[in-house]
Nanobody, 123 residues
Framework: QVQLVESGGGLVHPGGSLRLSCAAS????????MAWFRQAPGQEREFVAW????????FYADSVKGRFTISRDDAKNTLYLQMNSLNPEDTGVYYC????????????????WGQGTQVTVSS
């Protein structure tokens, strides 16, 4: 079992920045591929970014590439998402997820999920 708790969401103006965190506990964090997903109201959950152990590999959705940075601190069992140049289309609940197998860019690739943190981008 892996327990995940997100934090850092909030209200930000367009063009602003936020940094999300996801604290993990339970099984060995370092072994897991970690990811961020988001879900806007009335829409399906969508992939944002993933990162593998040690941070030696990352992958981003086209919609966030160049603006968001995923990182992890395996010593602290913590995942991060630095979000810059935010726009209203980035609004949604952001979830962190942990998985070992499967397609890292879809929900099916993750077994454990956090409860989510709300990000609202509005003027």
């Amino acid at each position: 079992q892996v327990q995940l708790v997100e934090s850092g969401g909030g209200l930000v103006h367009p063009g602003g920045s936020l940094r999300l965190s996801c604290a993990a506990s339970g099984q060995t964090f370092i072994d897991y591929r970690m990811a961020w997903f988001r879900q806007a109201p009335g829409q399906e959950r969508e992939f944002v970014a993933w990162i593998i152990r040690g941070g030696i590999g990352t992958f981003y959705a086209d919609s966030v590439k160049g603006r968001f940075t995923i990182s992890r601190d395996d010593a602290k069992n913590t995942l991060y998402l630095q979000m810059n140049s935010l726009n209203p289309e980035d609004t949604g609940v952001y979830y962190c997820a942990a998985g070992l197998l499967g397609d890292g860019s879809t929900s099916r690739g993750y077994k454990y999920w956090g409860q989510g943190t709300q990000v609202t981008v509005s003027s």
